[in-house]
Structures are given as structure tokens and as C-alpha cells.
């Protein structure tokens, strides 16, 4: 079964900040996937990026970014320079290949502060 | 195209009384999910579908029972509500298929079982 982990319950941050939002998964699939989800105040779940486990490169997205290790089984996500809008749950979620089963972390709360 | 729609957005039960809830896609997605959200507690599976009449259970499974008679439709039932159901029960669908190997989310229900 996948297991996800985001250590970090809630992070607060002053704008222009710079955040790193950790996630630690577990499977024993050597086939799967990894997602972050941004959840704001309005409640709707928002896809922000999809990373198999044969893609090890990191992505950069303006100012997000990814850093994907599997020898140490995280998927960490980095805000640059934060924004207020940027202030959401997120969450990071793992399927193995059978994709029957979308596991999700606890999520991070972050807040940032103008 | 709508995505996925859940119905009803909001409800207020009262401990004991039976409803549905409904989840429909228009993107012909195989898998189909139910999650609940408490504060907390990120997302959990309580049930899915990989295909049209098939359903498995996922983590909390007990007091929901689900249906897939369509391919593009999935219910989600209580039979006897308890207080212990007031949460956010989102609904997913999936497809992958590809470049297009993803999760798309309905809105939410926000139940409240008193």
C-alpha cells in the first residue's frame, strides 16, 4: 500500500518568502506516481503537477518549483518569492502503477503573511 | 465540458436518515472515487471504481455503500447517517491514458449529520 507523509501540518511565511513544502512517500510498486494538489480557501482541489517514477528531473514552473529524489523518497515542492495568493492546503499524493488506489498526505497548511 | 459535477453541494441530515450522493463525469474517465476530508486528516478513500459495475473499498468504507450502473456516474450512499459522516466528501475521476494519466475533482458536498 502507498503511504504519504507531509511532516509539516502548517507553515507561515512572510511574502516574498521563499517555502519548501516536504513530502515523504512510501510503496513498494517500482511504478507510480507522485501529484501536489493546492486546496485554497475556496475548497476546490487544484492540480499543480504529475511526476512518474522514471522521471527523476527536476521542473520548474515559474515560481514553483519540484525536486523529486527516490533515493531518499521525497517529492519536495518549493514556492519562490511567496505570494498572499499562494496562502492554500497542499497536498501531495502518490497511486502505485495499477492506479486503482490515489493515496494523499495529510497536507500543509501555508500562510503567507504581506 | 463540466468535469466532474457532485450533487448536492450542501446537506443537512439528521442522524439516522439515508441519502445520496451523486458524481458525474463527462470526460468517459474508467476510475471514479469518493473521498471524505476532515480537518486534519487530508483525504481518504472510501471507495472506487475502475469500471463500469465494479467498486472496491478504500480506506473507510464502513457505513457508505457506492454504485457505478454507468460508466459515467457514481453514488455514493449512507444508509443509517451518524454524526461521525459530517465531513467534505469529494468525488474523482480518473483516466490513464497517456499524457492525460491524471485525477480531475468535483467541488465538494459539505454533509452535516446532526
Known amino acids: 500500500a502507498q503511504k504519504v507523509t507531509q511532516a509539516q501540518t502548517e507553515i507561515s511565511v512572510v511574502e516574498k518568502e521563499d517555502v519548501t513544502l516536504d513530502c515523504v512517500y512510501e510503496?513498494?510498486?517500482?511504478?507510480?506516481?507522485l501529484f501536489w494538489y493546492k486546496q485554497p480557501p475556496s475548497g476546490e482541489l487544484v492540480f499543480l503537477i504529475r511526476?512518474?517514477?522514471?522521471?527523476?528531473q527536476n521542473e520548474i514552473s515559474g515560481r514553483y518549483s519540484w525536486n523529486f529524489q527516490k533515493s531518499t523518497s521525497s517529492f519536495n515542492f518549493t514556492i519562490t518569492a511567496s505570494q498572499v495568493v499562494d496562502s492554500a492546503v497542499y497536498f501531495c499524493?502518490?497511486?502505485?502503477?495499477?492506479?486503482?488506489?490515489?493515496?494523499f498526505g495529510g497536507g500543509t497548511r501555508l500562510m503567507v503573511k504581506p | 465540458n463540466a468535469g466532474v459535477t457532485q450533487t448536492p453541494k450542501f446537506r443537512v441530515l439528521k442522524t439516522g436518515q439515508s441519502m445520496t450522493l451523486l458524481c458525474a463525469q463527462d470526460?468517459?474517465?474508467?476510475?471514479m472515487y469518493w473521498y471524505r476530508q476532515d480537518p486534519g486528516m487530508g483525504l481518504r478513500l472510501i471507495h472506487y471504481?475502475?469500471?463500469?459495475?465494479?467498486?472496491a473499498k478504500g480506506e473507510v468504507p464502513d457505513g457508505y455503500n457506492v454504485s457505478r450502473l454507468k460508466k459515467q456516474n457514481f453514488l455514493l450512499g449512507l444508509e443509517s447517517a451518524a454524526p461521525s459522516q459530517t465531513s467534505v466528501y469529494f468525488c474523482?475521476?480518473?483516466?490513464?491514458?497517456?499524457?492525460?494519466?491524471?485525477?480531475?475533482f468535483g467541488s465538494g458536498t459539505r454533509l452535516t449529520v446532526v
Open positions: 474523482a475521476s480518473g483516466t490513464h491514458r497517456g499524457r492525460d494519466y491524471g485525477y480531475t
Open positions: 510503496t513498494r510498486d517500482t511504478t507510480y506516481y
Open positions: 511526476r512518474n517514477s522514471f522521471d527523476e
Open positions: 499524493a502518490s497511486v502505485n502503477g495499477a492506479g486503482n488506489m490515489l493515496t
Open positions: 470526460m468517459n474517465h474508467e476510475y
Open positions: 471504481s475502475v469500471g463500469e459495475g465494479t467498486t
